[in-house]
């Protein structure tokens, strides 16, 4: 302190919030380090910190200026992890450039308002002020309130992040993908605490908040070394079920060539004619692979008839078609087949995708139909499961409903031992989408103790085991089939019988502890 200058003065400039240039730059710096993993699976370890330069900007900021930082910064994050939503607009789905780029900025915008009201929060309820579990605890319940609750198309979370790891992420049996969020976020407090920038924190308790992150890691660490060898246990003893998936790499231009669709048809019945030899029990083709349309009430599937020793059934990929009542339904769907071609089940997809497979409010603004002319017009599925003959209940999820927790979490609880996603990544082009789709699914497997098995048209294709573990993988864009044992099996855990408890007691905490405390410091006030 300079001698003219005061004591009072000197606190009152600490206290002065950082330039709105430097706190945007700093959030800007934090989104990058939570969208770093996207493009590179590696950089998993940035997100332990990702969230301390967002921490310091929030320092002494007004709850406005907050908003404004966090909404900027999941506005980023948005825009440069998921900017393939544009070339797949423009290219697949024939909407002009500058109205797809309106929309990729709206959606972002929309995206934004999550962590603006995170950081909004945080200023509201004073998260950095009061006793060391306050301000340690009310950070990542209050992330992961806003992770549960806001409705997103690709809920990239920072959990997901962790897949390469595989002794913290067993955690998600307990508490879904939230719990490894909230030991990040926590992970982030703590460093943040012991940054030397004012306002430090009393030695005490960055010190407690310290040890508090090391014991959670080490709890969590310790869990995943008690869990893994018993589910790897009871995958050992469980019996064996052979699986051919096609991967037949159809261009989507050349999957909406109407000549072309018996070609279509004999390549991917040549491909399974292929795998033969080493005796699957079940074939599967991706997400509307089958080229013709099959009306619901078709007892039989049209397939080339094989001369071999093995005979199995078919998971096969279809639109489906309802004429009979007062309007033409469609349905996105997945036909069990058996052997001799009779059609033993079927799944409808249930979550269609907005501005893919329907357009929002179309019912009531028509016009909005004349945004694109390839964007479906589907009707939504009841779900339910598909069962083998003498074998396993297999939960089909169809696109993008692998990256819904509450659907695989469904399957299991309908008596799903094994998941089955099909899917046509081809919509991506060559982006950076078929691996951030991978990782968001991945982690239904580890949820709910069961494989994952995703069979995708162009890639990625892969096996995905109930440790969260890819036991193999076809690469995108090559056109190739892959014949894996997997061990289907039951084994209850907390998350399917539960679902998001974690979630919602950070729900509630984030919400009820700082009126708590208010109260609390009232009473003591009047006392």
Request: glycine content about 8%.
């Amino acid at each position: 302190m300079l001698p003219s200058e005061s004591p009072k003065v000197a606190k009152s400039a600490a206290q002065q919030p950082l330039s709105l240039r430097i706190g945007l730059l700093l959030a800007a710096l934090a989104a990058l380090c939570i969208a770093a993993p996207s493009f590179q699976e590696s950089l998993w370890p940035l997100t332990w910190v990702a969230l301390v330069p967002l921490f310091v900007a929030l320092r002494h900021s007004s709850a406005k200026r907050a908003f404004l930082l966090g909404w900027w910064m999941e506005t980023l994050i948005t825009w440069v992890a998921f900017h393939w939503l544009v070339g797949t607009m423009v290219r697949f789905g024939y909407i002009p450039v500058p109205l797809s780029l309106m929309f990729f900025g709206i959606i972002g915008i929309g995206n934004g308002l999550r962590l603006g009201l995170f950081t909004w929060w945080l200023r509201i309820i004073a998260a950095d002020a009061g006793p060391w579990w306050y301000r340690f605890l009310l950070p990542p319940c209050a992330y992961v309130m806003l992770d549960y609750l806001y409705p997103r198309v690709f809920p990239w979370g920072l959990g997901v992040t962790q897949l390469g790891v595989p002794s913290l992420i067993q955690i998600a049996d307990l508490t879904g993908v939230h719990g490894i969020t909230f030991l990040l976020v926590a992970g982030s407090v703590a460093v943040s605490a012991f940054l030397p920038l004012p306002p430090t924190p009393p030695v005490p308790t960055r010190w407690r908040m310290g040890l508090a992150i090391v014991l959670l890691l080490g709890l969590t660490l310790a869990y995943g070394a008690w869990r893994t060898p018993h589910v790897r246990q009871a995958m050992q003893q469980a019996p064996a079920l052979r699986l051919a998936l096609i991967q037949p790499n159809i261009g989507i231009d050349e999957k909406g060539d109407r000549d072309s669709r018996d070609a279509h048809l004999y390549l991917q019945a040549e491909m399974s004619q292929a795998t033969l030899k080493q005796q699957p029990d079940l074939i599967i083709w991706p997400e509307t692979m089958y080229p013709y349309a099959i009306p619901v009430q078709a007892d039989r599937l049209v397939l080339p008839q094989f001369d071999a020793s093995s005979q199995p059934h078919w998971l096969i990929g279809a639109l489906a078609y309802n004429a009979e009542g007062p309007q033409l339904q469609r349905f996105n769907s997945a036909f069990l087949v058996s052997p001799d071609t009779m059609i033993l089940g079927r799944y409808d997809k249930q979550r269609l995708l907005a501005f893919g497979e329907y357009i929002p409010l179309q019912r009531y603004f028509p016009f909005l139909r004349n945004i694109s002319p390839t964007i479906g017009n589907l009707t939504p599925g009841a779900g339910g499961l598909v069962t083998l003959p003498n074998g396993p209940a297999i939960g089909p999820l169809v696109c993008y409903e692998d990256i819904l927790p509450e659907l695989g979490r469904q399957a299991v609880q309908q008596g799903a031992t094994v998941l089955v996603n099909l899917t046509n990544n081809a919509w991506f082009g060559q982006s950076r989408a078929p691996y951030q789709h991978r990782l968001l699914a991945a982690f239904r497997a580890i949820e709910n103790r069961v494989y994952l098995v995703r069979v995708t048209n162009t890639g990625l294709t892969s096996i995905i085991d109930p440790l969260g573990h890819e036991q193999a993988l076809l690469p995108t864009d090559e056109q190739e089939s892959l014949v894996h044992t997997i061990q289907p099996l039951r084994l209850s855990t907390f998350y399917t019988r539960f679902g998001d408890v974690f979630a919602q007691l950070c729900t509630l905490t984030a919400l009820l502890l700082p009126l708590w405390r208010k109260c609390f410091q009232s009473f003591n006030q009047a006392g």
